[in-house]
């Protein structure tokens, strides 16, 4: 057990995987950046999987039914009790599960301002992570934003797509407008995911993503079966622990994550 003070000097840092849309891969790049943040024995990381559909929560402790669970979980850090992570099939990871009666926490004003309160970040970086990596929904609201507020890094996946870079300019705007001032030291990197770069589109999109924004946009991430293959295991695995995944993929996905997390 940590002394107080070892967990007044302990360095969390909190990475948000968001964007305004479903299905850029969040929950794959949430549950390979946990993965990343284990660099030896001692390290500890805890995943808060604010999604209600909870895949994140699914896989990390191969129990499908894990969302029918509303007690306790994520919805703690909202209700003001003490957080109780749970340990996973994943050795050195921690979780705060989700589950399908999250919704409930959008519209619950005590549960906005318990969010949005300085306590909450000082109560998260108590606990003694190395890191904490947040997988969130993509519909606006409380689950989506606040923690923006939290963080120290916002990573922003997106598909080559006009809808996915339109989800990823709203992530920008709302931490323009509603997030800097609360939270000023807040970065960001985008990660382009799923290019099919033999499609025409594919590149052109890739492309204005990196003239727009520059070396923001850290990697692309090409549409590789092995990583939903490594991700579909019992229990599940990162793709660089996929023996059947090609070298290149292995460790195009082991060093872009670990850039992510010493960002």
């Known amino acids: 057990m940590q002394t107080k003070k070892a967990q007044k000097n302990h360095k969390t840092k909190i990475i948000v995987v968001i964007n305004q849309k479903g299905g850029p891969g969040k929950t794959t790049l949430s549950f390979h950046l946990a993965h990343a943040g284990i660099k030896n024995e001692h390290s500890k ?40 992570p749970s340990k996973t099939t994943h050795p050195q990871i921690d979780l705060l599960h989700g589950h399908r009666e999250l919704d409930r926490y959008d519209s619950d004003q005590a549960a906005e301002d318990r969010a949005y309160s300085q306590e909450m970040p000082e109560m998260l970086r108590s606990l003694g992570y190395d890191y904490i990596v947040i997988d969130t929904p993509p519909a606006v609201g409380l689950r989506h934003l606040a923690p923006l507020f939290w963080a120290d890094l916002a990573v922003i996946p997106l598909e080559p797509a006009v809808s996915g870079i339109t989800g990823f300019q709203n992530v920008l705007r709302a ?72 070298k290149e993929l292995r460790e195009q996905w082991r060093d872009i994550c670990t850039q992510i997390i010493e960002k």
């Open 45 to 84: 990381v805890l995943c808060l999987d604010f999604d209600s559909q909870g895949n994140l929560s699914q896989y990390l402790t191969d129990d499908l039914d894990v969302i029918a669970k509303t007690d306790g979980g994520v919805g703690s850090l909202f209700e003001g009790a003490v957080p109780h």
């Open 175 to 246: 931490i323009d407008e509603s997030i800097s001032a609360l939270n000023p030291k807040l970065k960001w990197v985008g990660v382009m995911n799923r290019a099919n770069m033999r499609v025409k589109s594919h590149r052109e999109k890739d492309a204005w993503m990196r003239e727009t924004y520059g070396d923001k946009i850290l990697a692309t991430f090409t549409t590789r079966t092995g990583v939903a293959d490594a991700m579909e295991e019992s229990p599940a695995r990162p793709v660089w622990a996929h023996r059947g995944a090609p």
